[in-house]
């Protein structure tokens, strides 16, 4: 008998609020294809403000905003972006740059702390006088935090360095922002100092701010005009958005202020995990809301058989391979539900490592 439910599948699994709901029941709207609904008017100049940015667009999910922004950018045949082999962009949105955008992607190795070798990023660079035979490079995409490395933070100082080189070669540089918001609280600096150095970023409502639904894209004024026409293209153009707007300026208002505390429930959990046998987490690299735990070489432990077990205490957990589970903390995850998810594990652990002693 399953005694209570702790989804640490990813910060996306969040139900809305009873405010989200109220505010959802209650929000001015209009059709905001034929003109602009008054909610995602107010969320776009709200988000625009908060990224030091001139204009907004909310888009239905993070990997439309990504595409979108990739593809503003890349607007002539033959272009090339330079990005992570292990970022979002790269693996989790179908190729979706290439089979939709016609973008070609030029990829770098993500390093363990999410960043990519600024030598090996300028080095990426095409020549222009190449141009007969390669793509031409137009953009670089960062991604922060940087989800395949375990939620961790690329500093201010790293973004402005990757944004000068874009500057010195005449491109674009896009943040992927899914978890901007985490990697500001973290660091202790400002969402629009962050991405400073950005033409584009793409920020995630639906994560750890816990909306229901969407991202916004942030540029220059032109940008998002582009990207608004390209949105409707997509099929992202949308009648009265305002229902989810309002939902996601509450969860700006109620869990921002949250997403500290995020972490430390984060850094209490690795911890924890970190104690038990057969188990190994790099405390220091949990940065933000994720953690990765590693089952030890001869430890008799799968991610399978854990995820299993766990599922049967109401723990939801997703593998990263067979060695490797993430484990995603959100406002809906009490301390409460840190310790039962410790104390199960525990039991778990024992179990499969001591099966004669249950
Ligand atoms: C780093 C990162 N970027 C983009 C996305 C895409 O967002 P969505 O799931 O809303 O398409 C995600 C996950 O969902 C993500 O983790
Ligand atoms: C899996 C991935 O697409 C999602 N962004 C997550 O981190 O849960």
Do not use: W
């Not at 979002?88 to 992607?105: Q, R």
């Not at 008799?300 to 391979?321: F, H, Q």
Request: glycine content about 8%.
């Amino acid at each position: 008998m399953v005694m209570r439910t702790v989804d640490l599948r990813s910060d996306t699994v969040t139900r809305p609020t009873d405010a989200m709901r109220e505010a959802m029941g209650s929000a001015e709207v209009d059709d905001d294809v034929l003109g602009y609904d008054p909610m995602a008017r107010r969320l776009e100049e709200e988000i625009a403000k908060m990224m030091g940015k001139e204009a907004a667009l909310f888009v239905p999910s993070g990997t439309m905003g990504n595409l979108i922004c990739v593809m503003v950018h890349c607007d002539v045949r033959g272009s090339e972006v330079i990005l992570g082999d292990n970022c979002h962009i790269h693996v989790y949105e179908n190729g979706g740059i290439s089979t939709i955008g016609g973008v070609h992607p030029k990829t770098i190795k993500n390093e363990e702390d999410g960043t990519m070798d600024l030598g090996a990023i300028e080095a990426a660079i095409r020549d222009p006088k190449g141009s007969t035979f390669y793509p031409s490079t137009r953009l670089i995409c960062l991604e922060n935090t940087h989800a395949n490395s375990g939620g961790r933070c690329l500093s201010v100082e790293y973004t402005d360095r990757v944004g000068e080189i874009a500057k010195r070669h005449g491109l674009k540089l896009h943040i992927d922002g899914a978890r901007l918001f985490n990697a500001s609280i973290a660091l202790g600096v400002p969402v629009h100092r962050l991405v400073q150095a950005a033409d584009s970023v793409s920020v995630c409502l639906s994560k750890g701010l816990g909306a229901p639904i969407g991202s916004v894209v942030v540029g220059s004024q032109s940008f998002i005009e582009k990207a608004k026409t390209l949105r409707k293209t997509l099929g992202g153009g949308m009648r009265q958005i305002g229902v989810l707007c309002a939902a996601a300026l509450v969860a700006l208002q109620e869990n921002l202020p949250k997403l500290q505390f995020d972490h430390k429930k984060t850094k209490l959990l690795a911890e924890g995990l970190n104690q038990m046998k057969g188990i190994r987490v790099n405390v220091t690299a949990v940065e933000t809301n994720m953690i990765f735990m590693d089952m030890e070489d001869g430890s008799k432990l799968t991610a399978e058989k854990l995820r299993k077990s766990l599922t049967e205490y109401g723990i939801l957990v997703i593998p990263e391979n067979s060695s490797r589970i993430r484990m995603v903390i959100h406002h809906q995850i009490t301390t409460s539900d840190v310790h039962y998810t410790l104390s199960c594990l525990q039991q778990a652990v024992q179990m499969i490592q001591e099966p004669s002693r249950n």
